[in-house]
């Protein structure tokens, strides 16, 4: 069964350092998503991507963050210069179809900020 | 604004008793909802759907959810709870007509005694 995959399961920076956290999609969907889930809280929306752009954001989703899709296969989250409060897991999340908005997850990255 | 509200962090239940996992929502107009569930260091997966159809969803493992109007709720369930349904449960809101982002709940973690 297809699935989202997700690169690395666990990264560990320094604050201050960029970061890049990689998903592949499923290959045939068309809308993208990025979730995160800080320790002992919900699961927050950050951003969804469509037709090479963003369709919405979130307020977390500051001038710190992008996204990208630089080769047709993976979806980038790019955090530019790491916080503490960074600290969280980040899930990537792809759908075919708007309509019933059926996302599938990936397994997740927890971002280690020190 | 949405929001979901999900009632107990933590549910835990005897193997064969019936599992109840609550969810109200909050949604202008009307929402797709879903139950999305969680096995330890693994991504969120779709257990069921609620897209405006039959009220009463069947989803996988045996799982089931009734949409009830007047009480925005999404409420969660099955008869007989298995020691494999252990896990994080995740009610969450999508607004027809919007991005597909989705507002997810906090959690129910479900504990099954043997």
């Known amino acids: 069964e297809p699935e989202v995959t997700q690169t690395p399961s666990h990264q560990v920076t320094q604050m201050g350092q960029e970061v890049i956290l990689r998903c592949v999609p499923i290959?045939?969907?068309?809308?993208f998503y990025w979730y995160r889930q800080i320790l002992g809280q919900k699961v927050e929306f950050l951003v969804s991507?469509?037709?090479?752009?963003?369709?919405?954001k979130s307020e977390i989703f500051d001038d710190q963050f992008s996204v990208e899709r630089p080769d047709g296969s993976n979806f980038t989250l790019k955090i530019r210069s790491t916080k503490l409060e960074d600290s969280a897991m980040y899930f990537c999340?792809?759908?075919?179809?708007?309509?019933?908005?059926?996302?599938?997850f990936g397994a997740g990255t927890r971002l280690s900020v020190l | 604004a949405q929001s979901v509200t999900q009632l107990g962090s933590h549910v835990s239940v005897s193997e064969g008793a019936l599992v109840l996992l609550r969810c109200n929502y909050s949604?202008?107009?009307?929402?797709?909802l879903f139950w999305y569930v969680q096995y330890p260091n693994q991504g969120l997966q779709l257990l069921l759907k609620y897209t405006s159809a039959a009220t009463l969803v069947k989803g996988i493992n045996g799982f089931e959810a009734e949409f009830k109007k007047s009480e925005t709720s999404f409420h969660l369930t099955k008869p007989s709870a298995h020691m494999s349904d252990a896990a994080e449960y995740f009610c969450a809101v999508s607004e027809t007509g919007s991005q597909g982002n989705l507002i997810f709940g906090k959690g129910t973690k479900l504990s099954v005694k043997p």
């Open positions: 999340a792809s759908s075919y179809d708007r309509g019933t908005n059926i996302q599938y």
């Open positions: 290959s045939n969907h068309l809308y």
């Open positions: 949604s202008s107009v009307p929402p797709y």
């Open positions: 991507f469509y037709n090479n752009e963003i369709s919405e």
